[in-house]
Every structure is written in C-alpha cells, then in structure tokens.
C-alpha cells in the first residue's frame, strides 16, 4: 500500500538532497524546487510493484503502441484472457523511429484502462490493469529481437494501427533495409522470414487485423504486401502461401479514447484513486464495437466475443461502416455548427441544450435512422448509445475540431442520407437540408489569413479550416445575397461531384434557412425549424 506522510512542508534550496522521516521509516528524495507535502499525500509505488503479468504464449504482434490500440485491443485481448476464452499475450512493436519505449519497459509493460462514461443513463467507471503485453520492442533499435517473432511458433495474429496514411505502397521503399520504411513493407519482410523459417508451412500463416481507419483495410493493405513481393522478386511460391495460408480481414473499429490524462494535476488525482504511479494511464469511453470482415470464419480462433466483447464477425461489413458513419458522424456534422453558431463549444453543452439536442435528435431519428441498412431496432439501439456517448462528462470534444473539412465531411456524411431521402419523398429532408445552410453561415467569411478564414460568432473570431481551393470559394462568394451563395455553392461539382440544385426545392429551402439565419440569428432559426 502506498505510505502516508506526516503533515509537513518542505522549503530548500534547488538539487538538495532531504530525509523525510516517518516513525521507523526513512524515505530518501531529491528534489529540484520546493515541495509541499501535505497530510494524506502519498509516497506512490508503481503500478509494476503492485501487479505482475501472467506467462502466456505470445501469439499476437501489434505494430503500433499508441493509446487506441492499449485501450481498445489490448484491453479486450486482456478480458478475455481473464475469462478464460483466450490465452495469449501481445508483442508491441514500434512501427517508426521517432520516440521510444522507456515507459513501458520501465512498468513491465503494465499499465491502467481508465473507461469513463455514461451506462444505460448512469455514470460509469471502469479501471482495469491490463497485462496482456508481453513484450515491446522497437523495429529500428530492436531489430534482431523484432525479426525473430516472425519465427515464432505460437504465433498468429497480427494488428496494427499504423494511421491512416500508415497502409500505402512505395516503391521506393527497399526489402534490404533493417526495417524497411513503410509498415506494408515491414510485414511483407516480416512474412517472407515466417515463410523461409516454417518452410511454407500453410499452417503456419497468419490472420491480420488491421484497424486504419480506412474502407477495406485488410484488402488494401494485401494489395501492398503482393506489390511488395512483386517488387522485391520474392517468388511465386511466397505469393502463394500469403494468399492462401494468410487471412486479410477487414475491420471497422468504434471507440473514443482520450488517452493521457493532460489536465494539470489531473494524472496525479487519479494515480491517488487507484493506489500507484502509472506513466501509461491510458482513459476512454465505455462504448467500444470491433466488427470483422472474413474471406472466412476466424471467431474460433479469435473468440472475444464469447468473453461478452462487443465484436461482430461478419461477410460484410459495409452496413456496420454505413450506420456509424450516417448517425455517429452524421449527428456531428448535421448539428455542430449550429451549435456553435448557437454559443455551444463542446458536444456535452449541446446534449445539455434543450434547443440543439432536439434539433439532433429530430435529424437523427427522423431523417437519417430510416436510411440505414440494417433492422430499424438496431438503428435506434445505435442511435441512442450515440446520444448517450455525447453526453459523457469525461471527454470535452471541441467543436471546432469536429468543424475542420466540413464540405468534404458534409458530402461523405449527409449527401448519401439526402439523397436516399429525397429518392423517397422527392422532397428535401429538412433538417438534413437546413445544415447545409448552417454550413454556409458557419462558412461565412471574406477574411482569409495565414490559411484560414476568420469567421464571426457575435464579435468573437474563430479560425475555419479546410482545403484551400474551399476556403477561397467562401471568401469570395460567402458576402453574396443568400440566393446568389446558394446557388454558386450547391452548383459547385467540384465540392458534391454533382449539382445539387437539381434536387428540386433544394437551393429554395437553403436559401429561405440562410436567410432566416442572417435576419434573426442561429437560435432563432433553429427554433423555428423544429417548431418551439
């Protein structure tokens, strides 16, 4: 247990060494400033002191050791090893050079999950000491090390989350190099050294799960490893064994993680609740989905989903994909900028505003739950976990960062639930309809500086970002009559690769919500709109 000092404050000169003693117990610092020890502070052990690992056969490597992947993979890996449906622990590999591993060396590689949210309408805390990493190692300084777990016997996963750019194809890129440069390289290396080390060995390929936020994920990044064995004249027989002994899935993954708590003072509050030091405290939401695309059925091998996780194992995953991207990313997008238009800076202050939660709401339920592809219950059951994740006290989502590439974020996340509305009723939705025209008063501005145009929200400036081609189209059209803006902006191919003025009524009703806007401020009509 961490030991308790007497009360006592401390004032000494810089690099001075102190005794503090309590009772029998002599506990030797060295400090830098002054210090202030008050009653019932903590001397903290570390989390390593308190917790160890349980030996378990490595059988999954993960490129990437970030904070989605410790509170999301690992933390699942980690439940299921406790329940008893999994036995395996992970080796965290370091994809790039920059930073290091001293961390988690130093904790044994153990480290805390801090979920914080809200659970069917009550406020919910999770903390869970993870200690499913086995191992970290780095590609670059670790080599060697790194290299021999692709001669692994017991191995047979392999994650990573190496950012959305982190799946391209190089050709530049060398099969010589100790690593080399990209990750599809890396694993196209690491592949063909499992190959020649079991002899080709079909038993010995392995099932990979990438989770990039990108469409198809394990297709494309197949795509890059073939290219690679083509370019680096790895042989036909190798190609074979990666297509057939080897299983690309493709994943959608749903999960806010926070990671370090950054507040002042914040990391040391909580270390005080749990009982120890730990530099790797990682925080997020309770909410979590991990949908599994298969050529086919890997849930034997990988059966989470039996500890009670919430994995999907599907043929096809583009509902799943279609329902988060139309109701989670389209609620912000439909919304957001009204509400900060309305004064609103954070998602929570929405859900705790009467007027811009029912405005997303009435979006959500009645323009955009219809259009999804899945039983209308598991829309609504969707929907309403959505709600209820904004609505958590724990994470502060700023929304001007959810504001930046609105247009192109508005064509990927609200254009395809406009059109399957319109196809209906042959009518534009129209509280879909009036966020475009929030867009445009958000959008607002002829002042363009040092890449970003300076909008107005009742005298106080605030920076809008995008694409320059779509900011210098606002600073020259946005001043325009509201007809006229409408009409420039909606007819714009280059922005909705198509004309929207087509939809008729459309460029009508925007121009009419624009107007209301202008004249009598967001709030007003946003009340309007939905009839308070």
């Known amino acids: ?11 000494f000169p810089p690099k001075k ?3 503090i003693f309590r009772e029998d117990v002599t506990i030797t610092m060295k400090f830098y400033e002054s210090a202030y020890i008050q009653k019932g502070d903590y001397f903290m052990k570390k989390i390593n002191e308190l917790y160890s690992r349980k030996p378990r056969p490595i059988r999954i490597i993960q490129f990437g050791e970030g904070n989605f992947l410790r509170g999301f993979v690992d933390y699942m ?4 090893n406790e329940k008893g449906v999994f036995n395996g622990n992970i080796a965290i590999v370091k994809p790039i050079q920059a930073g290091n591993l001293d961390r988690f060396h130093a904790q044994d590689n153990i480290y805390t999950i801090s979920l914080r949210g809200k659970k069917d309408g009550k406020t919910y805390v999770e903390n869970r000491v993870v200690t499913s990493v086995g191992k970290a190692l780095d590609t670059y300084g670790d080599y060697q090390d790194y290299m021999a777990l692709a ?19 190089d050709e530049s890129d060398k099969f010589e190099l100790t690593p ?5 390289g890396k694993l196209t290396k690491f592949l063909y050294e499992r190959y020649r080390a079991f002899h080709g060995d079909p038993a010995k390929g392995l099932i990979l799960l990438p989770v990039e936020l990108i469409e198809d994920n394990g297709g494309t990044l197949k795509k890059c490893v073939m290219k690679y064995a083509d370019l680096w004249k790895l042989g036909a027989e190798f190609k074979k064994w990666v297509e057939e002994s080897n299983t690309f899935c493709s994943t959608l993954v749903d999960r806010i993680i926070t990671g370090y708590p950054r507040g002042e003072g914040e990391a040391q509050k909580m270390w005080g609740k749990l009982g120890y030091e730990d530099n790797l405290l990682d925080t997020g939401e309770p909410f979590a989905l991990w949908v599994i695309e298969s050529p086919r059925d890997i849930s034997g091998e990988f059966p989470l989903d039996k500890a009670g996780l919430p994995i999907i194992f599907t043929k096809n995953q ?12 389209g609620a912000h997008t439909s919304t957001v900028l009204a509400g900060y238009l309305m004064g609103k800076n954070i998602v929570l202050e929405c859900m705790n505003d009467k007027t811009v939660r029912t405005l997303m709401e009435k979006t959500v339920f009645e323009e955009i739950v219809p259009t999804v592809k899945l039983p209308h219950e598991e829309a609504v059951a969707f929907a309403n976990s959505v709600l209820e994740r904004f609505e958590n006290p724990f994470v502060k989502h ?8 609105s247009v192109s974020k508005w064509k990927a996340r609200i254009l395809p639930t406009f059109r399957d509305n319109y196809a209906k009723t042959h009518t534009p939705p129209k509280f879909l309809t009036f966020s475009f025209a929030a867009l445009m008063a958000f959008y607002t501005s002829d002042k363009l500086e040092n890449g970003a145009l300076i909008g107005d929200r009742n005298g106080e400036p605030y920076e809008i970002h995008d694409d320059r081609k779509v900011l210098e189209f606002f600073a020259a059209n946005s001043k325009k009559s509201a007809r006229e803006f409408t009409q420039a902006l909606a007819s714009n191919t280059d922005f909705w690769g198509e004309d929207l003025t087509k939809y008729e009524g459309f460029a009508g009703m925007v121009s009419a919500d624009l107007e209301d806007i202008r004249k009598n401020g967001m709030t007003a009509a946003v009340k309007k709109l939905i009839g308070e």
Not at 180 to 184: A, D, G, R, W
């Open 151 to 169: 001669r692994l016997d017991t191995l047979r996963f392999v994650v990573s989350n190496t950012t959305e750019a982190g799946i391209q194809y």
């Open 17 to 19: 060494r102190i005794d």
């Open 1 to 11: 247990m961490p030991q308790k000092f007497l009360s006592v404050h401390i004032n």
């Open 180 to 184: 080399p440069n990209t990750y599809p």
């Open 398 to 405: 700023a929304l001007l960062s959810i504001s930046l590439n």
């Open 318 to 329: 583009k509902p799943y994909r279609e329902r988060k991207v139309r109701i989670l990313n």
């Open 77 to 80: 890996v980690d439940v299921a």
